[in-house]
């Protein structure tokens, strides 16, 4: 019933790492070991393998003035073997923002690193792997709202952060999944056009219901449409039968059914904080019903024995970029791993954003 891990991300022979002698790999293999601090799957050996990866990408960053930041969901080698900041996507803008390094390495997926690219226009931001998208904010352009804005005059256009940054320029305000529901319930008028997750979307009307029309999407994350509240009712059925109380914590990605079925909901941020503290209060039976990435955070940082239950789902983009990926980036950068956007799109975006900051106070 213990939640399943996915495999370590083993080296693919795209780049070959310095040599380093035997001592610096046996010292930085257990460096590793110690920080992912899983050891069945990151064994001594699969960290011997990586740490020459692991050794330059360090070494690079310090060389060339490099910040490097990784959202939650990458690999545990990226989030603990290399990464200056790990967070969900708002928190890590403004780590790109206020780092004083002028170069940000962002390992994750694109619109994160265009975000990062509109809060500090003035720095270089590296992107790995250029073809990771994202279901949810491919699914809408600047256009589709440009033609909803059309057909819904004066009515105000809040969309989620995972937009790309044309999409972001062309509405009111961004929001999180941490201020959505404050956010949209301060925008003026009786009706909000909400972009593009209409699973947040629907979560959000139920929350105003009475107070405010929602004019909902159709996008939504594939890794979170796939959790239902069906899956964790049976999953607590069978919990209890053994005697044990789940805690159930979910994204607000998540369709509605999931959200009332769920003790705590917030974003992927507040899901560590939330299962590191349960666990501190022997609280330890856990389901995460969200992406891979969370657990494995969970699973290296608690000093609690926890008994994750269930399945986790990984998002095929978040997985895409390796350490090999980073450490290309960092040597010598395609044109496309460089993220480049125009003034204006960065302009409108920056101001949809900062109408975020204003209005989460
Ligand atoms: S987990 Fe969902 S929202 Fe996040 S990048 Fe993957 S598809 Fe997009």
């Known amino acids: 019933m ?15 790492p310095k040599a380093y002698s035997n001592e610096e790999i046996e010292a930085e293999a257990k460096r590793l070991q110690k920080v992912i601090n899983q050891g069945t799957l990151w064994d001594i050996e699969t960290c011997k393998t990586i ?22 969901y990458q690999t545990p ?21 206020d780092a004083p390094q002028q170069t940000i390495l962002f390992s994750s997926v694109r619109f994160m690193a265009e975000t990062a690219k509109i809060v500090s226009p003035h720095k270089t931001v590296l992107h790995p792997s250029p073809d990771a998208g994202c279901t949810l904010s491919d699914s809408i352009t600047a256009e589709d709202v440009r033609e909803l804005k059309s057909r819904y005059p004066g009515v105000p256009v809040a969309c989620y952060i995972n937009t790309t940054a044309e999409v972001k320029a ?5 929001v999180t999944s941490s201020n959505y ?5 301060r925008l003026p008028g009786d009706r909000i056009i909400f972009v593009p997750d209409q699973l947040m979307g629907k979560h959000l009307a139920e929350h105003l219901a009475g107070k405010k029309e929602v004019i909902n999407y159709d996008g939504e994350c594939y890794v979170h449409a796939t959790f239902t509240g069906e899956k964790i009712r049976s999953w607590r059925n069978r919990t209890a039968e053994q005697g044990i109380e789940l805690q159930v914590l979910s994204h607000p990605e998540c369709d509605a059914d999931v959200i ?8 992927s941020e507040v899901l ?5 503290r349960l666990g501190s209060e022997g609280k330890s039976d856990i389901m995460l019903i969200t992406e891979c990435g969370t657990a494995d955070r969970v699973r290296a940082e608690s000093e609690n024995d926890l008994n994750l239950i269930g399945t986790c789902v990984m998002c095929r983009y978040m997985k895409m ?4 990926d980073i450490l290309q980036a960092l040597r010598e950068p395609h044109p496309d791993q460089i993220i480049e956007l125009d003034d204006e799109i960065i302009q409108h975006a920056q101001r949809s954003l900062d109408e975020m900051f204003r209005l989460a106070e």
Do not use: W
């Open 272 to 276: 560590r904080e939330e299962a590191l």
């Open 260 to 267: 009332a079925e769920s003790d705590i909901v917030g974003s």
């Open 51 to 72: 740490a020459p990866l692991t050794l330059e990408i360090n070494q690079l960053k310090e060389e060339n003035d490099v910040f490097l930041i990784a959202h939650s």
């Open 170 to 174: 062309e509405v009111d305000v961004c």
């Open 77 to 97: 080698d990226i989030v603990y073997g290399v990464a200056d900041s790990v967070s969900d996507s708002y928190s890590l803008s403004k780590a790109a923002r």
């Open 181 to 185: 529901l404050k956010i949209c319930e």
């Open 321 to 324: 970029t390796q350490l090999e």
């Open 2 to 16: 213990t939640m399943q891990m996915p495999s370590a991300p083993l080296p693919r022979g795209l780049v070959t």
